[in-house]
């Protein structure tokens, strides 16, 4: 039977180290601020964007939330992610993806100061973790799944690791961190034009799983006694649920338990890493701006 990864109850320990971190900042004169920008009406962008607002209340940061509407051009968002740049309350600035079609979102992220970008998306954070400079910014999810399979005590070191998936917001940041020195590992990448996926998968002592495809990962592409992380959110079709939808991971959960030695549940395994990182993220901003 495998050991499921509690990401909640992880997640809530990284919160508590940065409730100290906070305290810390706040009898230093320093109250760390998240900017979160939200361009248009999608409603799942909204519901993370009022979880992020949500959290940092709770823990007494410093934020800001700035709506757009859906019409708005690259030039006003430009406008606020400049204005937030100059706002020395503010040590963090999101912009939540994805923005309408007619926002060019690679040119909002590399117009936000590296020095806020606690996404990890801009160039310069990218080149950082590429270098392992660690005043760089980790991208929120990989940080939080490395930082899983840390409490769920997977040795990384030297283990043979798989990431399905090659995005700049998981895949690829998640690679570079398990090869890195901090991970160790002997990874490999597979995407969408890898041959042999299955046969790839069942090398790997560790795998993640960031495709945005439901229960993708059978049983017969996980060796026996690997730790899976499973990065996906994905909604399937449920009548029974109330919503009418349920939410599953890109591994088929029940199979893969059955094989694995510790594996993320879906909800509750990755997705509250996220925002606990982000926080983190934006408390390590405010420590940098004090240099
Ligand atoms: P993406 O669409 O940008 O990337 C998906 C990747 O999967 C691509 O690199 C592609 O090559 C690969 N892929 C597609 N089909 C494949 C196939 N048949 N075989 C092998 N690889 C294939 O997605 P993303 O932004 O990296 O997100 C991936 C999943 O993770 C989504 O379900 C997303 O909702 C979820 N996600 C969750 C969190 C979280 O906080 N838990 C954060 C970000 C993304």
């Known amino acids: 039977m495998s050991k499921i990864i509690d990401g909640k109850a992880v997640a809530e320990k990284v919160l508590a180290e940065c409730l100290e971190d906070i305290q810390e900042l706040k009898s230093a004169g320093v109250t760390p601020g998240l900017a979160v920008v939200l361009v248009g009406e999608d409603p799942a962008s909204k519901v993370y964007v009022g979880s992020k607002v949500r959290k940092c209340a709770e823990l007494g940061l410093h934020s800001?939330?700035?709506?757009?509407?859906?019409d708005a051009s690259q030039e006003d968002v430009l406008a606020v992610v400049n204005e937030l740049n100059d706002d020395p309350l503010i040590h963090g600035i999101l912009v939540?993806?994805?923005p309408p079609p007619q926002i060019d979102e690679d040119a909002i992220v590399r117009a936000i100061d590296p020095a806020k970008d606690v996404d990890g998306f801009h160039p310069v954070n990218v080149a950082k973790l590429a270098l392992e400079d660690a005043s760089g910014f980790v991208p929120c999810t990989p940080a939080g799944c490395m930082r899983l399979l840390k409490e769920a005590g997977v040795e990384t070191s030297g283990a043979e690791a798989?990431?399905?998936?090659?995005?700049?917001?998981?895949?690829?940041?998640?690679?570079?961190l398990l090869m890195s020195k901090q991970g160790n590992a002997t990874v490999t990448v597979a995407h969408s034009r890898t041959k042999e996926l299955a046969e790839v998968c069942r090398r790997a002592d560790i795998i993640v799983a960031a495709?945005?495809?439901?229960?993708?990962?059978t049983a017969d592409m996980v060796k026996e006694?690997?730790?899976?992380?499973?990065?996906?959110?994905?909604?399937?079709?449920?009548s029974s649920a109330k919503r009418g939808y349920r939410l599953v991971g890109d591994v088929a959960y029940d199979e893969v338990a059955a094989k694995c030695s510790a594996i993320t549940p879906v909800p509750g395994g990755v997705g509250p890493m996220t925002i606990a990182m982000l926080i983190s993220n934006t408390i390590k901003a405010a420590r940098q701006s004090m240099a």
Not at 64 to 70: D, G, N
Not at 162 to 176: C, E
């Open 64 to 70: 800001r939330k700035i709506e757009l509407p859906v």
């Open 225 to 238: 006694g690997a730790a899976v992380i499973d990065v996906g959110i994905n909604r399937v079709d449920d």
């Open 211 to 217: 495709i945005g495809m439901p229960e993708f990962v």
């Open 96 to 98: 939540q993806s994805p």
């Open 162 to 176: 798989v990431v399905i998936g090659r995005s700049m917001i998981v895949g690829k940041p998640m690679a570079l």
